[in-house]
């Protein structure tokens, strides 16, 4: 990125394809709006097989809620403007997990965020992928918390964060730190669907014992 000579700079995951209008586009709404220094598209998701899993459409009403979960995904949907790096910072190296998500949010704090909504980005996913890597994704999950402590700051956000660190404690079987973020999250802001996510990671657990 550092050797990069554009002015913008877009993002591609080896296993991943952009369409062709795809850069085109995002091009158009970053010169379009000067406010804005991230653009990030659709996603049409698809299995090792090439089958279809899920479409994702982009939408900017839910940008207000990036603190409790990221909306934005993967970073091949997203283009940015070199200049963001200067002002907001690389990648964080010590994170093996949710870099993105990092990058996001200090993104969100200083520049615009804009959507395309339509998919511009076919995702293909592996079961070997790093965010299949649940143990190093509760490391990053407690290391995020720990540098973004402004997310506390709302009840709400904090009680997702905790409800997603309890779904992966959960997942690998350890009900114990699982119940426990489960229990922080819902005391926090005990909304049924936050509850539903949890009891249905732990069944299904019981359920494969």
């Not at 839910?62 to 993967?74: A, C, D, E, P, S």
């Not at 907001?88 to 190296?93: A, E, N, R, T």
């Not at 997310?151 to 009680?159: G, L, N, T």
């Amino acid at each position: 990125m550092l050797a990069a000579r554009g002015e913008f700079i877009a993002f591609l995951d080896s296993d991943d394809m952009w369409l062709p209008m795809k850069l085109a586009i995002q091009l158009e709404i970053l010169n379009k709006r000067e406010d804005v220094g991230l653009v990030y598209c659709g996603t049409i998701e698809i299995d090792e097989k090439g089958c279809l899993k899920k479409i994702r459409y982009a939408s900017t009403k839910r940008l207000h809620n990036l603190w409790m979960k990221n909306f934005i995904g993967t970073l091949s949907t997203v283009m940015v403007r070199k200049e963001v790096f200067d002002r907001c910072g690389l990648f964080d190296v010590n994170l093996e997990a949710k870099e993105d998500y990092d990058l996001y949010l200090r993104i969100a704090q200083n520049y615009g965020i804009s959507a395309y909504k339509i998919p511009l980005v076919i995702r293909r996913e592996h079961q070997d992928q790093i965010t299949k890597d649940l143990r190093k994704r509760i490391v990053a999950h407690h290391y995020f918390l720990t540098k973004h402590v402004e997310i506390q700051r709302s009840r709400k956000a904090y009680a997702y964060q905790l409800s997603d660190l309890a779904h992966l404690y959960l997942r690998i079987g350890d009900y114990k730190n699982g119940l426990y973020y489960a229990r922080q999250s819902i005391g926090l802001y005990p909304r049924v669907s936050l509850f539903k996510k949890i009891l249905k990671a732990y069944w299904q657990k019981v359920i494969k014992k």
